[in-house]
């Protein structure tokens, strides 16, 4: 989760700010350094980007572009008049190292506006004392207490745990452990027909996998138009 910080000045070993945020982005802490706060970032991650930039949009989209590739090898370059002396494989070590690659690419382009934009990065968790104190707990175990006069939390995701449905991350995984497994499953069903799930699905489809989705609403992207839904379900069966 993302925390950006705007220094206001110091008193002491506590360091003061006028804005406390949370997960609303590097965006917002490069505006804000734009309009001459001190700015700074708490990350409880190793990476900057939150959840789309490492477990989320951009890892899953980079997925998606390989898959299509071998998808339109397999299907659709005969047609354009393209043939390939053998069939196509799938080397899933290598699309999955890939991915890793593009997720570097764009976590490190986020290292760099931080610098160009003096941005201060605390990597740590970071907690409320009190409705004005913060408290950052590092992976060292150190602990650094800052203050702010204002605060915007914008929490970010987790996916949803079902009690009777433990996850092990090894047969019962969540999109996040999707994103790097060692091998192609034969088979794989994927609990909820929203977009995470619906993106990854089709990946793992286009690379061999036999996927069932389970949905408790009457359409799959239910909190979606009704007319996105029902042209995206007609696509996923054809």
Known sequence: MLFILTESNYHGKIRRYSYWLRSCGY????????????????ERYNTLGGTCLNVGCIPSKALLD?????HNATHAFKEHGIDLSETPTVNFTQMI???GKVVDANTSGI??????????VYNGHGSFV????ISIKKQDGAEEQIETSKAIIATGSKPTVLPFLPIDKTR????????SLKELPKSMVIIGGGVIGLELGSVYQRLGTQVSVIEFMDKIIPTMDDDMGKELQR???N
């Open 27 to 42: 965006v917002a802490a490069i505006r804000l350094a734009q309009l001459g706060f001190k700015t700074a970032i708490i």
């Open 66 to 70: 390989s898959s299509e590739h071998y």
């Open 97 to 99: 190292a890939r991915k």
């Open 111 to 120: 290292d760099y506006l931080m610098k160009k934009n003096k941005i201060t």
């Open 130 to 133: 009190n409705a004005t104190t």
């Open 172 to 179: 019962i995984i969540t999109s996040t452990e999707a994103l």
């Open 235 to 237: 696509s996923l069966k």
